[in-house]
Each structure stands twice: as C-alpha cells, then as structure tokens.
C-alpha cells in the first residue's frame, strides 16, 4: 500500500532557489537533502556540473556565494546547536581537492545573525551572551568591529559600493 501524498512530501528530495555569483552567474550554490540531509551544493551551469560542497551529520543550512564565485562561505555549527563559525571552502570543487577552512579565523564562535559578501569584504553578524557584533572583515587584510551592543542588530546588505551595511536595527556604518 502506497503512502499518502501528504507523507510522501516530508520524504520528497528538496531543492533551493540557486544563488548564483553576481560577477560570475555560471557558478551557483544551492541547498538540497538529497543526499538525506540538508548540504550545500555547488553548480557549476558552464559544465552543468553539481558537487556537494558540505558533508556534516546535522546537515548545513546556512550559505552564500561570493560575488566573484571564488568561494562559498557555510556556517559550521557544533552538532547542530546553531553556535560556531563561517566557513569557506573554493567553489572550483568539480575539479579540485577544495577543503574548507576558517574564513575569518580569529572571530570567537557566535550565533549568525547575517552575512553579506562583497567583491572586497564581508560584514558578518555574530551574536553572543555578551550581545550583537557587525565585524567588517577585508578579504586577506583586517577585520573590525563596527557594532556591538546588548540591542538586538543583524546585517542584511552591504550597499553595492560596499561603503554600508543596512539592517532594521544597524542604520548605516
């Protein structure tokens, strides 16, 4: 006897909407559970190429691509208690030996609470008991905290000359 459709829907494969890299548009990350958990994915449209990026029991939710389609940062939290650290991992996966790494290793462990990547540098948004922190990291160069407080702030956006970052909360820095 065949399972209801309403059951079939929890157990069918799931795909996101691909995020594809502003500055390269054939290299696209996406989320998918088809290999049982919810991992990171990338596309590679040129070659119609797929590689699974991530490969973590607790799946990984939370990822975006650069906007010259180089890497693609994940959040790697500790068996799923959403506290850990953003990762970056080459997307040249297809036909490389890419392992991810720390992308800006001297930040502590957070909780996210956004990430907006620009050709030049990340805003990255970390909560922890102590409250809310924006960090501007410049890509192989400094990172710098630009708000921290008890008040609740996450970042959205970074303007497309990447002089700002926008949230409700975080105005303009």
């Known amino acids: 006897m065949a399972e209801p459709a309403w059951v079939r829907r929890f157990h069918a494969t799931s795909i996101t909407f691909p995020e594809c ?5 054939h290299r696209c990350a996406y989320q998918s ?21 991530t490969d973590r029991p607790e799946g990984t939710r939370l990822g975006r691509i650069t906007p010259d389609g180089e890497w693609v940062w994940w959040f790697d939290d500790t068996n799923g208690d959403e506290c850990g650290r953003w990762m970056r991992q080459q997307f040249d996966v297809l036909t490389g030996d ?34 809310v922190s924006v960090y501007l990291h410049r890509y192989g160069s400094s990172t710098t905290t630009v708000y921290a407080a008890t008040r609740h702030a996450s970042v959205r956006s970074l303007s497309h000359d990447e002089t700002l970052v926008r949230d409700r909360a975080l105005r303009a820095r």
Not at 39 to 46: C, K, N, P, Q
Not at 115 to 129: K, N, P, V
Request: glycine letters at 10%.
């Open 98 to 131: 890419a392992q991810p790494e720390p992308a800006v290793p001297e930040l502590a462990p957070g909780y996210p609470v956004g990430l907006a990547l620009g050709r030049t540098l990340a805003a990255i948004g970390l909560s922890t008991r102590d409250g």
């Open 33 to 53: 559970n088809a290999s049982g958990t919810s991992e990171l994915y990338a596309w590679d449209r040129r070659r119609d190429q797929h590689a699974r990026l």
């Open 21 to 25: 890299a502003r500055d390269a548009p």
